[in-house]
Structure formats: structure tokens, C-alpha cells
């Protein structure tokens, strides 16, 4: 039957609350159907027993360009606690009455500063055979769908042994996924089919069989009463079960399945579907994730970092060094330069506070590396201890406020264990409460968290041009890479790649300048370290320096304009009244191409410079021009190429 709520209306209202009474989902007895707001997303609830006791999946649908697809024919749900299996034997008792959900809230830096969280949700009410309670908690949003699990009852402390939620994946869905590893460093390959079985890091984005529905599988809300996960087709290759930390990880230290005190939700399970464009600009990872816990963010500011590793690996241990590119940041207008591991080594002429002192007289800030230490990592980099607890934490970030520190780079945590996620979040809420700004390295994808705790600018969890520095085989490959990374692992949170280098470390990149340029506005983090010395900024022709010193490092809106994973990316992001565009070409043909700048507003005019692929790959080609949203403009990208644009209205 549908369910009708009442309102209080003017005769003026009623047309428009009737038909939102009709969007409202539709709760049948032992099936629950849900569907999102522009009603092209249909999530279904279905008893494996015809709606009687037993076995229960979701179903999600896309009404798209070809019709109806059922993007996810069958989701299987269960979680198995110690005491008790809730998955085969499970009796419907009822739905609950539907809600709308609808929050707007703004972020502070990502892709997009005015957010929505909105959707359509009911609570399906589950029980065992036993007479435990489980509630399966279902939304339905215009870009996805999320569902979450729930034990209602307001006593017990259990283990959970294992979260049985299953996608099943159609066999000729295409597939660009990451093998699982720790630290989330691995590349994206693309798959046509399911013939790998292994386990995989998140997020995983596929395209179905017709081709005009992409869906993305992430998880977020992962706090403190649960570990982060992973999946895993290596039982059943069609289907991708969400699996549990491996016990080997962070050096055996923690446990891998978590434990649990009643009431009780897990995380979130999110899948983000539509186009491609819908995938990429969609903030549903962080919608859905809690409000921010801080009342005072005034101090909380995203910008540009200089970073002197990747061309010296040791430059921190050089106090010349760490002056060099504190006067790159000056001169660039960036907002900090970052004092990598080795600081407390320092020699050749000062000290860590004699290298604070001087970054702060050129107003700069400063930011600061440490090891996670602890026993769950093995990397001896000192120093290694002295933010493993709530005390030496709070001790050292008192001291690095005095000395002027903004935040900190915290490094090496290679678990995702209950207590390793429970080691994060500590951080976090101690580093907001001296109003100290985090980012995390060798550490899990983003789960929503700086949505809660916006301190929070961004993580590494990918593999970034540091790798130029460990080995040759990421030179053929980071073409390719850099344009898979916009359709998977930067769509879900900020990503610290560390782009935008000209010069060459150990091993040389085969990108051209345009495409390194473009990393700057096509990879998203509230911390942009520019990675390379300065000589490779100061030599560069005065538009395309200027046109760094300049660029955002948070965005107010974000579209995708074209691309395909792995062969190219074009994306325009707006930050106050300006826009900025980058793209970039992942191949190895010359690639024309034409932008419609029809996202512009209808009135006012633009001046609009492009810098693009000149002659070769080492030059720059560029043309200023007067646009509006009726306008076109032509590029060119040379193989491996790429360029920039900034829009400012006139």
C-alpha cells in the first residue's frame, strides 16, 4: 500500500504536495520498494522465500537513456555475531512509515562547498529465529543508493564474525578496480569481464553491459564500532562480498573482526549511479556521513603546499633546502610548505625552530610529518611515538602551535582494523581540539570523515608521483592512471597525489607540461602539494606560473565535461566567480577536442585564457578570448597531453 502523510497546506500548496506524496516510496507487505527523488533510482527489498522467512537481498535499479536496468540484480544481505546467524533465517515484521530526508550543509573544502542530503528512506524491520532484532536501514537518492544494518536493542556486547552483504556484478559489466593492498597505492586496472578472483581495495566503479549506467561501490561512516572493509570475489567471481580486515595486517596488531556494544548501525554501504558525470561530481560518500562535530572552524583553511621529497628525498635534514622552498611558497602565494620526515635531523644551518621561524616571517605556514609509530608498522622513521596516545598527543600539538605549525602529515598506519580506525579518529579529535589540520599517508581510502571532522584536508591512499621516485614502471603507466584516478579513487574524497611536476625525479615522466599542469585543478585535495623543486616553477612561462599561483585548492561546484577512464578526463570546477578548467589526454594520439561552456551563466561574459599543448610536450601554447555560456572553444592535446583554462567574468 502507499503511505500518505498529512499536511497543513494553502489551497495554493496542494498540487505540489500531492505529487510529492506520490514520489514517496511504496511499502508492500514483505517487499519494500524505494525510489529516489527524480525517480530514475528504484531500490527493492525482496525475501529470497517469496517474502516469508529466510534469505533477504536488495535489487537497485536505473531508469536511463536505455530504460530500466537493473544495475545490481541482487545485493545479498546478513551479518553473522557471535552468538547468532542473521542472514538465513530471517522473518519480515515490518516497514517502517517512509521519511524524506533533506539536510543541506556546507563544506569547507572537496569538491563542491554547497551540499545536499537528500533522499527517501525507510527502516525494514527484521527479526532471527531466535527473536533478535535486525533493521535493514534503505535510502534512495538521486545519485545512489545506501543501506545500512542495525541491532535496535539496548543491551549486548558482541563479535561480529562476518558481514555477508554480497553485489552481485553481471559477468560482461566493465570494471576498473585496484588490488588490495594496505596502504592503497596500486594501480586501477580495467576489466571486461569477471575472470580475476582476488580481493580489492575500494572504490570499485563499473559500467554495465548496455553502457549508460556507471555505478560505483564505497562504504562510508565507518567510526569506532567497526573496522574498514574490502571486497572480495575470490569464492564466487560474480559476486563482490564486503570482507573483513586480514589478521596480518598492521603486523597482526588488533583485532580483525570488530566488536560491537548495543544499539549498534554499521557503516554505510553507498553505490553512486548514473553517467559518468553523475559519478564523478556526486558528494554522496560525505552526504550521508555525520555533520561536522566542530563549532569553531575559522582556523581550518585549505591551500597550497610546496614539498621538497620528491626531488630530495632527504631535503627536510637540509635546513638550506626547507628555506628554498619556504621562499617557492612565498613567491607562488601558496599558503604552506610542509617539513617532511627527517626534521628532527635537521642540520646545515638551523634547526626545526629556526625552519618555523623563518617560514612564518615570509607568511607561510608551516606543516609538519610524523610516523603513526606503534607497533603496527614496522618503518623506523623517527620520530615514531609521540602521538600513540591522548597525552603525548595533546603535549605535541601544543608545542607545534607555539611554534606556529598548521597541521600535521601523519604517515604509515597499513591496517584498517577496529582499533587502527579508533587511532584515527583519536587523532583527529585531539588535533581539532588544539586546532591543528590532519592529513593521512600509507592509510585508508576516505570513508566521510572530513565531512565530521573538516580538520580532516586529505589523504594519500593512492599511488602518486612519489612513485617516480621507487621505481620505472610508474613513468609507461601514469598517463593512464592520472585519468582513471577522476572516475575512481578521487570521486569518493581529496586525494594527495602530489602533482604537478616538470622536472624529472629518479625516474623520468613521459606526461607533457599541459598534462601536468591540468593536475591542478583535475585532482581534488584540501592540502595540494606541489611537488616539484622550484627551478621547475620559476622556468615556466609567466601565465602558466602565474596560473599556479592562483589556483584553488577547494572548490565550490565541480562538472565533469568529457572523458573516459583511462583515456581522458575534462573537468571544470568553480571557485567564487571564476572557473577553471583542466584536461588532460591518456593516450597516445594527438587528441582534438571541442568544450561547451554552456555551464557558464546565461548573462555576463568571460575572459577566458587556455593554455595548451604547444610544439612538443616541454612548451605551452596560449590564447586569451571573450566567451559566454553560447561559446565553444577548441583544443588541442598532444599524445599524453593536456592543458588549462580560467574563466573570469568581465
Same mark, same amino acid.
Given at each position: 500500500?502507499?503511505?500518505?502523510?498529512?499536511?497543513?497546506?494553502?489551497?495554493?500548496?496542494?498540487?505540489?504536495?500531492?505529487?510529492?506524496?506520490?514520489?514517496?516510496?511504496?511499502?508492500?507487505?514483505?517487499?519494500?520498494?524505494?525510489?529516489?527523488?527524480?525517480?530514475?533510482?528504484?531500490?527493492?527489498?525482496?525475501?529470497?522465500?517469496?517474502?516469508?522467512?529466510?534469505?533477504?537481498?536488495?535489487?537497485?535499479?536505473?531508469?536511463?537513456? *536505455?530504460?530500466?536496468?537493473?544495475?545490481?540484480?541482487?545485493?545479498?544481505?546478513?551479518?553473522?555475531?557471535?552468538? *547468532?546467524?542473521?542472514?538465513?533465517?530471517?522473518?519480515?515484521?515490518?516497514?517502517?512509515?517512509?521519511?524524506?530526508?533533506?539536510?543541506?550543509?556546507?563544506?569547507?573544502?572537496?569538491?563542491?562547498?554547497?551540499?545536499?542530503?537528500?533522499?527517501?528512506?525507510?527502516?525494514?524491520?527484521?527479526?532471527?529465529?531466535?527473536?533478535?532484532?535486525?533493521?535493514?536501514?534503505?535510502?534512495?537518492?538521486?545519485? @545512489?543508493?545506501?543501506?545500512?544494518?542495525?541491532?535496535?536493542?539496548?543491551?549486548?556486547?558482541?563479535?561480529?564474525?562476518?558481514?555477508?552483504?554480497?553485489?552481485?556484478?553481471?559477468?560482461?559489466?566493465?570494471?576498473?578496480?585496484?588490488?588490495?593492498?594496505?596502504?592503497?597505492?596500486?594501480?586501477?586496472?580495467?576489466?571486461?569481464?569477471?575472470?580475476?578472483?582476488?580481493?580489492?581495495?575500494?572504490?570499485?566503479?563499473?559500467?554495465?553491459?548496455?553502457?549508460?549506467?556507471?555505478?560505483?561501490?564505497?562504504?562510508?561512516?565507518?567510526?569506532?564500532?567497526?573496522?574498514?572493509?574490502?571486497?572480495?570475489?575470490?569464492?564466487?567471481?560474480?559476486?563482490?562480498?564486503?570482507?573483513?580486515?586480514?589478521?596480518?595486517?598492521?603486523?597482526?596488531?588488533? %583485532?580483525?573482526?570488530?566488536?560491537?556494544?548495543?544499539?549498534?548501525?554499521?557503516?554505510?554501504?553507498?553505490?553512486?549511479?548514473?553517467?559518468? @558525470?553523475?559519478?564523478?561530481?556526486?558528494?554522496?560518500?560525505?552526504?550521508?556521513?555525520?555533520?561536522?562535530?566542530?563549532?569553531?572552524?575559522?582556523?581550518?583553511?585549505?591551500?597550497?603546499?610546496?614539498?621538497?621529497?620528491?626531488?630530495?628525498?632527504?631535503?627536510?635534514?637540509?635546513?638550506?633546502?626547507?628555506?628554498?622552498?619556504?621562499?617557492?611558497?612565498?613567491?607562488?602565494?601558496?599558503?604552506?610548505?610542509?617539513? $617532511?620526515?627527517?626534521?628532527?635531523?635537521?642540520?646545515?644551518?638551523?634547526?626545526?625552530?629556526?625552519?618555523?621561524?623563518?617560514?612564518?616571517?615570509?607568511?607561510?605556514?608551516?606543516?609538519?610529518?610524523?610516523?603513526?609509530?606503534?607497533?603496527? =608498522?614496522?618503518?623506523? %622513521? =623517527?620520530?615514531?611515538?609521540?602521538?600513540?596516545?591522548?597525552?603525548?598527543?595533546? %603535549?605535541?600539538?601544543?608545542?607545534?602551535?607555539?611554534?606556529?605549525?598548521?597541521?600535521?602529515?601523519?604517515?604509515?598506519?597499513?591496517?584498517?582494523?577496529?582499533?587502527?580506525?579508533?587511532?584515527?579518529?583519536?587523532?583527529?579529535?585531539?588535533?581539532?581540539?588544539?586546532? #591543528?589540520?590532519?592529513?593521512?599517508?600509507?592509510?585508508?581510502?576516505?570513508?566521510?570523515?572530513?565531512?565530521?571532522?573538516?580538520?580532516? #584536508?586529505?589523504?594519500?591512499?593512492?599511488?602518486?608521483?612519489?612513485?617516480?621516485? &621507487?621505481?620505472?614502471?610508474? =613513468?609507461?603507466?601514469?598517463?593512464?592512471?592520472?585519468?582513471?584516478?577522476?572516475?575512481?579513487? &578521487?570521486?569518493?574524497?581529496? #586525494?594527495?597525489?602530489?602533482?604537478?611536476?616538470?622536472?624529472?625525479?629518479?625516474?623520468?615522466?613521459?606526461?607533457?607540461?599541459?598534462?601536468?599542469?591540468?593536475?591542478?585543478?583535475?585532482?581534488?585535495?584540501?592540502? *595540494?602539494?606541489?611537488? $616539484?623543486?622550484?627551478?621547475?616553477?620559476?622556468?615556466?612561462?609567466?601565465?602558466?606560473?602565474?596560473?599556479?599561483?592562483?589556483?584553488?585548492?577547494?572548490?565550490?561546484? =565541480?562538472?565533469?565535461?568529457?572523458?573516459?577512464?583511462?583515456?581522458?578526463?575534462?573537468?571544470?570546477?568553480?571557485?567564487? $566567480?571564476?572557473?577553471?578548467?583542466?584536461?588532460?589526454?591518456?593516450?597516445?594520439?594527438?587528441?582534438?577536442?571541442?568544450?561547451?561552456?554552456?555551464?557558464?551563466?546565461?548573462?555576463?561574459?568571460?575572459?577566458?585564457?587556455?593554455?595548451?599543448?604547444?610544439?612538443?610536450?616541454?612548451?605551452?601554447?596560449?590564447?586569451?578570448?571573450?566567451?559566454?555560456?553560447?561559446?565553444?572553444?577548441?583544443?588541442?592535446?598532444?599524445?599524453?597531453?593536456?592543458?588549462?583554462?580560467?574563466?573570469?567574468? *568581465?
Amino acid at each position: 500500500m502507499l503511505y500518505y502523510l498529512k499536511f497543513h497546506v494553502t489551497k495554493a500548496k496542494i498540487t505540489v504536495l500531492f505529487l510529492l506524496v506520490l514520489a514517496l516510496p511504496k511499502v508492500y507487505a514483505r517487499q519494500v520498494t524505494i525510489q529516489s527523488p527524480n525517480k530514475k533510482i528504484t531500490i527493492s527489498l525482496i525475501g529470497a522465500n517469496g517474502g516469508k522467512t529466510g534469505e533477504w537481498y536488495l535489487k537497485a535499479s536505473y531508469n536511463g537513456p *536505455q530504460g530500466l536496468t537493473d544495475v545490481l540484480p541482487k545485493i545479498d544481505l546478513g551479518l553473522i555475531r557471535n552468538d *547468532q546467524d542473521f542472514s538465513s533465517e530471517l522473518r519480515f515484521i515490518k516497514a517502517g512509515v517512509p521519511r524524506i530526508v533533506n539536510e543541506r550543509y556546507t563544506a569547507l573544502h572537496g569538491k563542491k562547498s554547497d551540499c545536499s542530503n537528500s533522499a527517501y528512506e525507510t527502516v525494514v524491520f527484521l527479526e532471527s529465529r531466535t527473536g533478535a532484532k535486525i533493521n535493514v536501514i534503505i535510502r534512495a537518492y538521486n545519485d @545512489g543508493v545506501a543501506f545500512r544494518y542495525e541491532f535496535p536493542e539496548n543491551k549486548g556486547t558482541f563479535t561480529l564474525l562476518d558481514e555477508l552483504t554480497a553485489y552481485s556484478i553481471p559477468a560482461s559489466s566493465k570494471r576498473w578496480m585496484e588490488k588490495w593492498n594496505t596502504a592503497n597505492e596500486g594501480f586501477y586496472t580495467e576489466g571486461r569481464d569477471d575472470s580475476v578472483q582476488q580481493e580489492w581495495c575500494y572504490p570499485a566503479l563499473f559500467n554495465n553491459t548496455n553502457g549508460d549506467c556507471w555505478f560505483l561501490l564505497h562504504e562510508a561512516d565507518v567510526n569506532r564500532n567497526y573496522c574498514g572493509s574490502k571486497l572480495s570475489n575470490k569464492k564466487d567471481k560474480a559476486k563482490y562480498k564486503i570482507t573483513f580486515p586480514d589478521a596480518r595486517d598492521g603486523n597482526g596488531i588488533g %583485532a580483525s573482526q570488530p566488536a560491537i556494544s548495543l544499539p549498534w548501525k554499521s557503516p554505510w554501504r553507498v553505490v553512486i549511479i548514473g553517467s559518468l @558525470g553523475d559519478i564523478v561530481q556526486s558528494t554522496l560518500v560525505d552526504d550521508v556521513s555525520p555533520p561536522s562535530v566542530l563549532t569553531n572552524t575559522s582556523w581550518i583553511k585549505p591551500g597550497v603546499v610546496s614539498w621538497n621529497y620528491w626531488s630530495s628525498n632527504h631535503g627536510t635534514k637540509d635546513y638550506r633546502t626547507v628555506t628554498k622552498f619556504a621562499d617557492l611558497a612565498a613567491f607562488m602565494n601558496w599558503d604552506y610548505t610542509l617539513l $617532511d620526515w627527517e626534521w628532527d635531523a635537521m642540520g646545515n644551518g638551523g634547526n626545526l625552530e629556526d625552519a618555523a621561524a623563518y617560514i612564518r616571517s615570509l607568511g607561510v605556514k608551516p606543516l609538519i610529518w610524523y610516523n603513526s609509530g606503534g607497533k603496527h =608498522t614496522g618503518v623506523q %622513521a =623517527t620520530p615514531r611515538d609521540r602521538l600513540l596516545t591522548h597525552e603525548s598527543r595533546i %603535549a605535541e600539538f601544543t608545542k607545534l602551535k607555539k611554534l606556529g605549525f598548521a597541521g600535521v602529515k601523519v604517515d604509515f598506519f597499513e591496517s584498517e582494523k577496529q582499533d587502527m580506525v579508533r587511532y584515527y579518529l583519536d587523532i583527529l579529535e585531539d588535533a581539532a581540539s588544539c586546532e #591543528m589540520m590532519v592529513y593521512f599517508h600509507g592509510c585508508l581510502v576516505p570513508r566521510g570523515w572530513a565531512r565530521t571532522y573538516p580538520n580532516l #584536508m586529505t589523504y594519500e591512499a593512492v599511488r602518486g608521483a612519489e612513485w617516480y621516485n &621507487n621505481g620505472p614502471d610508474f =613513468t609507461p603507466a601514469a598517463p593512464v592512471h592520472n585519468a582513471i584516478l577522476p572516475f575512481t579513487r &578521487n570521486v569518493v574524497g581529496a #586525494m594527495d597525489y602530489t602533482p604537478v611536476t616538470f622536472t624529472n625525479s629518479q625516474y623520468p615522466h613521459i606526461t607533457s607540461y599541459g598534462h601536468e599542469l591540468a593536475l591542478s585543478v583535475l585532482f581534488e585535495s584540501g592540502f *595540494q602539494h606541489m611537488a $616539484d623543486r622550484p627551478e621547475g616553477y620559476m622556468d615556466l612561462p609567466d601565465r602558466a606560473r602565474s596560473f599556479l599561483k592562483e589556483v584553488p585548492a577547494a572548490w565550490d561546484d =565541480t562538472r565533469l565535461l568529457s572523458g573516459y577512464p583511462g583515456k581522458s578526463a575534462i573537468m571544470a570546477r568553480r571557485h567564487g $566567480d571564476r572557473w577553471y578548467i583542466g584536461g588532460i589526454n591518456a593516450v597516445s594520439n594527438n587528441l582534438n577536442t571541442k568544450i561547451d561552456l554552456g555551464f557558464l551563466p546565461s548573462a555576463g561574459k568571460y575572459k577566458l585564457l587556455l593554455i595548451e599543448d604547444g610544439s612538443h610536450d616541454k612548451v605551452f601554447l596560449e590564447k586569451q578570448v571573450l566567451v559566454d555560456s553560447s561559446s565553444t572553444i577548441d583544443v588541442h592535446m598532444l599524445p599524453r597531453g593536456g592543458f588549462v583554462a580560467v574563466l573570469k567574468p *568581465q
